[in-house]
């Protein structure tokens, strides 16, 4: 298949008009002919310490077992799109599962379209319909800061705690390959536009130089591959470090601008809650996009659908730290809002309280590489 045909058939011309594309070929990163991925001997270092935590948050991921569901459902005279459960990737997958959910809601040839939640999946679901020419309105019970989106990670990881691996079928993985490359090409065009979207080196301490298996959902020509460094690339005191360059997103003016672009062209945004499916059926709108996450479970009695929480402490920011930082248990990400710590993910946990030795935990495994750093 051309290009062409690839950007007619998934729907991606309107956003690619929309935002600016360019006439580059689709699916390579700035990075991509770049091999020889040069570390740093010389980097700022990161200050680590319980009393330069500003804020601490609990974020559940909307996990599915058998992946996102991007079904089409009829309830009376409603037809209902679903687009929720991308458990940790749903910020990276947004603009491309939104496309697929925004192709299968204009196919009803309604004009009026309702959003079900205003996260990263409802808003850019909601302004792909808007380049379909279509009239929508959001009903959510919360907004930003208060939304699940407002706690991602923010990094570039389309195949994060998406599904249980041995769900992954033909059909899923097409899917999956569609919705990425979409997403990835979404954002490289916001690339320049103040620092919503940055590239950044991340440097990965620890682990094994035993190859492993190919990860079962992968496009290649997106992130460099991994490079080993020597010991004269970097000032880690650590036997195995290798650098491959990531996208980092600024979450907070990131939603901001999806949320006044989305009014900017005539949408609507109202209060509400969703209980029963009675609620949901006094919309006036006969088409209605469900993005409402977790919300989802108990609404549509989904069984495959549960949190997977992940616990992020935030920093005084350091406007000097250009770099990310992994470990083995705990990981430091610069962003405009602070330094992002983070490294756990549980399962079926509904707690959204900040476990302090969580905390704990992470800035002991972040301090012991960066203690060490040479000078």
Excluded at 43 to 67: A, H, Q
Excluded at 169 to 175: G, H, I, L, Q, R
Aim: charge should be positive.
């Amino acid at each position: 298949m051309d290009r062409r045909s690839f950007l007619h058939k998934s729907g991606a011309m309107g956003l690619a008009l929309a935002m600016g594309a360019s006439s580059c070929s689709t699916g390579n990163s700035i990075y991509r002919k770049n091999n020889n991925i040069a570390g740093s001997r010389h980097l700022p270092r990161i200050n680590i310490s319980p009393d330069r935590i500003i804020k601490e948050t609990v974020g559940l991921r909307p996990y599915r077992l058998s992946g996102p569901r991007l079904e089409v459902q009829q309830l009376g005279q409603k037809t209902i799109v679903h687009n929720y459960g991308h458990g940790g990737s749903g910020f990276s997958l947004s603009w491309g599962m939104g496309q697929i959910a925004a192709t299968k809601a204009a196919t009803t040839g309604e004009q009026n379209i309702a959003i079900m939640g205003c996260g990263i999946m409802g808003l850019t679901t909601a302004r792909q319909l808007q380049e379909m020419g279509k009239s929508v309105t959001i009903y959510a019970k919360e907004l930003w800061p208060k939304i699940t989106s407002s706690m991602a990670t923010g990094t570039w990881s389309p195949a994060h705690l998406i599904c249980e691996p041995d769900r992954i079928t033909p059909e899923f993985k097409a899917t999956w390959e569609q919705a990425c490359s979409f997403s990835f090409r979404a954002y490289q065009n916001l690339l320049g536009l103040g620092d919503m979207v940055t590239w950044m080196d991340h440097y990965i301490i620890g682990g094994s130089r035993v190859p492993k298996e190919a990860p079962l959902l992968h496009l290649a020509g997106q992130l460099p591959a991994r490079v080993e460094l020597s010991k004269k690339q970097h000032p880690f005191r650590a036997d195995y470090v290798v650098n491959q360059p990531n996208m980092v997103f600024n979450i907070p003016l990131y939603l901001q601008k999806l949320t006044n672009d989305f009014l900017r062209f005539g949408g609507k945004i109202q209060i509400k809650e969703f209980r029963t499916l009675e609620d949901v059926d006094e919309l006036p709108e006969k088409c209605v996009v469900n993005c409402t996450g977790l919300g989802a479970k108990e609404l549509f009695n989904d069984e495959e659908l549960m949190p997977i929480s992940g616990q992020l402490s935030f920093l005084i920011p350091q406007p000097e730290i250009n770099y990310r930082l992994s470990t083995p248990h705990g990981y430091i990400i610069p962003r405009k809002d602070g330094l992002v710590l983070g490294g756990n993910a549980i399962r079926n946990n509904w707690n959204t309280t900040p476990d302090p030795k969580q905390t704990e935990l992470m800035i002991a495994a972040v301090n012991e590489v960066v203690s060490h750093m040479r000078s």
